[in-house]
């Protein structure tokens, strides 16, 4: 019997979207009833991707098609019908899954004109959730278009599920929630390289550790960490709190600036983009998410395997996975962050919250349920 081929189409690599590729990829690399093709672009690729695909290259075939994140529709075109006759040269393919919403838009259309049996789109946080007024009903014309195209939608979250039906952005018969995961980590073993990473930064063991890991960018709003730690470091000396920015992206002169602005420069850690995320969450004592909008962050998923307790803004998809693990604060509000990490000053405090939410993660948030869940979507 021939093996089922299975297509995963993505534009934008970078952060959670790129690891739930690199982990599907995987997953389906490993079952011998499946032949696995992976569509991408390289315009916006991080390392950290990269890197992953590396791994899968002897696994998996592996096609780029050039794909830029704005709207252009000479280029969006191309795109279209380059992926078009991959497909159509390579098919016939039983499943076509896109992920966020430009490989979304003109993946799925090009799925759809060859008549791919499953055109499945993931969004992984529709861009209008982070919008209001006439943009945000511009672009969920978009996203309407894109519910249209494909036969499934999936919501990484019950929030995502509530925000598209609630807006009528997808039927509800397309839809199903199937929430993101990942392998738990080994903590015996990321224990002690966490206290490796602390000597390398020079903080010192009693210091109490807040970072904030993400892209710099409008939806993950960096500056509101600023703003906190402004704050905070009026009553709490270097020897006491450290605070910690990883990441790079559009906001990245921002950030500096204000950095410079509130006079931070000696107590806030700018590491900039680094691809040794674990080594840094595993030298933390606290995480914190500042987002305006998600769809489910991976983040909050790998921070919770690190044993971490977890502020966040109540952002769509973090509700679940934080039931007694983290602490939720209002999109924006920096005196509510900042009242929120006053709660976890306390190590005890900490510890409980951290076993809570890495004791969660191992129940619900299996990477082989998950699977289980996409594989089924792909083949009935």
């Given at each position: 019997?021939?093996?089922?081929?299975?297509?995963?189409?993505?534009?934008?690599?970078?952060?959670?979207?790129?690891?739930?590729?690199?982990?599907?990829?995987?997953?389906?690399?490993?079952?011998?009833?499946?032949?696995?093709?992976?569509?991408?672009s390289l315009d916006r690729i991080e390392d950290r991707y990269r890197l992953g695909v590396e791994k899968?290259?002897?696994?998996?075939?592996?096609?780029?098609?050039p794909m830029v994140r704005q709207v252009n529709p000479i280029l969006d075109w191309r795109g279209m019908w380059a992926i078009h006759r991959y497909l159509r040269q390579q098919g016939p393919f039983q499943a076509v899954h896109s992920h966020s919403a430009k490989a979304g838009?003109?993946?799925?259309?090009?799925?759809?004109?060859?008549?791919?049996?499953?055109?499945?789109?993931?969004?992984?946080?529709?861009?209008?959730?982070?919008?209001?007024?006439?943009k945000q009903k511009v672009y969920q014309?978009?996203?309407?278009?894109?519910?249209?195209?494909?036969?499934?939608?999936?919501?990484?979250?019950?929030?995502?599920?509530?925000?598209?039906?609630?807006?009528?952005?997808?039927?509800?018969?397309?839809l199903r929630i199937i929430p993101n995961a990942i392998q738990p980590i080994d903590l015996a073993t990321w224990q002690a390289r966490g206290q490796q990473m602390r000597k390398q930064l020079g903080i010192a063991p009693n210091t109490r550790v807040i970072g904030s890991i993400g892209r710099l960018t409008p939806q993950k709003n960096p500056l509101m960490f600023v703003e906190m730690v402004a704050r905070r470091v009026q009553r709490y000396s270097a020897a006491e709190e450290c605070y910690l920015i990883v990441g790079d992206g559009v906001l990245e002169p921002e950030v500096?600036?204000?950095?410079?602005r509130y006079q931070l420069r000696d107590r806030v850690l700018f590491l900039g983009f680094r691809s040794d995320v674990d080594d840094l969450l595993a030298a933390l004592d606290v995480f914190v998410l500042n987002s305006l909008y998600e769809g489910m962050p991976y983040i909050i998923l790998e921070a919770m395997a690190h044993a971490l307790p977890i502020v966040s803004t109540n952002v769509e998809g973090v509700l679940d996975p934080l039931r007694d693990g983290g602490l939720l604060v209002p999109i924006g509000d920096v005196g509510a962050l900042d009242a929120a990490l006053e709660q976890l000053v306390d190590p005890q405090r900490r510890r409980e919250m951290g076993v809570a939410?890495?004791?969660?993660?191992?129940?619900?948030?299996?990477i082989e349920v998950m699977m289980q869940s996409l594989i089924n979507l792909y083949l009935n």
């Open positions: 019997m021939s093996p089922i081929k299975i297509a995963q189409i993505i534009e934008s690599t970078g952060g959670g979207s790129g690891r739930h590729v690199l982990d599907v990829l995987a997953a389906l690399a490993q079952d011998v009833r499946f032949e696995v093709h992976l569509i991408h899968l290259a002897g696994q998996i075939k592996i096609h780029e098609v838009a003109i993946g799925s259309v090009a799925a759809r004109l060859l008549g791919v049996p499953r055109v499945v789109f993931t969004p992984h946080a529709f861009y209008s959730m982070g919008l209001s007024g006439r014309v978009v996203e309407k278009i894109c519910g249209l195209v494909c036969h499934k939608l999936i919501a990484v979250s019950g929030e995502e599920s509530s925000y598209m039906l609630h807006h009528r952005l997808i039927a509800k018969s397309k500096l600036a204000a950095l410079e939410n890495r004791q969660r993660l191992e129940k619900n948030y299996s």
